[in-house]
């Protein structure tokens, strides 16, 4: 009877320092980086496609902003543009006449020129031609400077146009709304036919493929450590009642690989999250690491890891 009371006794001992010791070497909780969608238009929300919880590409169309008003605009201006085009002067045709004339000019110079080669016409007939000749051509190239000038004018009014279409094509592409990464939707915070203002939230995304769990550890655990290195990441698994069995704790999670890949420069305070005062009052190091997730982790929930 006295063997079987000490038995009894040391076995409450060891499950006693069982239960008080830790069996992983650091814990934190998992995250990811969230991307806040907004937009970048104002309008009504005609068409958003998307629920919380779907899986989103890169560049995947999920709706649009109405761009009315923005359509509009821009064939007002292309038709302003097609009015200054219409009023720009051609040169060719105006200029016709008076080419017309300095050919038939310089017909009749050569003509003169021949007669009085010939003495059979005086000096003055050429010289008249000549000058004629002359006139025709400074009144050409007077013209033909004039109606540069004025085809100038129109031109310079046109490219400040294009540049206000250029505009509108970029915010009428901004009024499509495309998915910017792979990811999960978290939070979806907008409906269709909402009236959209440019800043508006519209959904919250994340890449759940791969988690990150952090975690902090102590100053002497740090020498343990390098970036690159192979840990063991662990969570509950809920399949067992946690009890002071150790075999029952270890039944009890969920192992993945993980792998170090961000080792704080600095240390910090505990954060407010760890449950005992004692441990809240020493300077810590903050470490990610990367976990594969297989469907079973969530941002927010505890994981711990073994070096």
């Known amino acids: 009877m006295k063997f079987l009371f000490i038995s009894i006794f040391s076995y409450l001992l060891i499950v006693s320092c069982n239960g008080t010791q830790k069996d992983f070497d650091a814990s934190g909780t998992f995250e990811s980086v969230e991307t806040i969608i907004s937009t970048e238009s104002a309008g009504t929300i005609m068409q958003f496609n998307i629920e919380e919880g779907q899986t989103l590409n890169p560049k995947q169309y999920i709706g649009y902003i109405d761009t009315t008003q923005l359509f509009l605009k821009k064939k007002q201006i292309e038709a302003q543009i097609d009015v200054i085009d219409g009023q720009k002067p051609n040169i060719p045709i105006q200029i016709a006449a008076l080419q017309e004339q300095l050919k038939e000019a310089e017909v009749n110079y050569i003509r003169a020129k021949n007669l009085v080669k010939g003495d059979a016409a005086p000096q003055k007939l050429l010289d008249d031609a000549s000058v004629k000749v002359e006139v025709l051509k400074k009144q050409i190239e007077a013209q033909k400077s004039a109606l540069d000038i004025t085809s100038e004018t129109f031109n310079r009014n046109v490219p400040p146009l294009q ?46 493929d791969t988690l990150t769990l952090r975690v902090y550890i102590t100053g002497s655990q740090l020498s343990s450590i390098k970036l690159g290195q192979k840990v063991t990441v662990r969570t509950d698994n809920g399949a067992t009642k946690l009890s002071d069995n150790p075999k029952e704790k270890k039944d009890g999670y969920r192992e993945y690989p993980g792998n170090i890949y961000w080792i704080s420069n600095k240390s910090e305070f505990t954060p407010k999250t760890v449950q005992t005062k004692e441990e809240r009052v020493d300077l810590v190091y903050a470490i990610k690491v990367r976990v594969a997730n297989d469907g079973f982790l969530k941002i927010g929930m505890y994981g711990e890891i073994i070096f």
């Open 163 to 208: 540049r206000q279409i250029a505009q509108i094509n970029d915010q009428l592409l901004k009024c499509r709304i495309i998915n910017p990464i792979h990811g999960t939707v978290l939070t979806k915070y907008a409906q269709a036919f909402e009236i959209a203002m440019p800043g508006k939230v519209l959904y919250k995304i994340a890449e759940l």
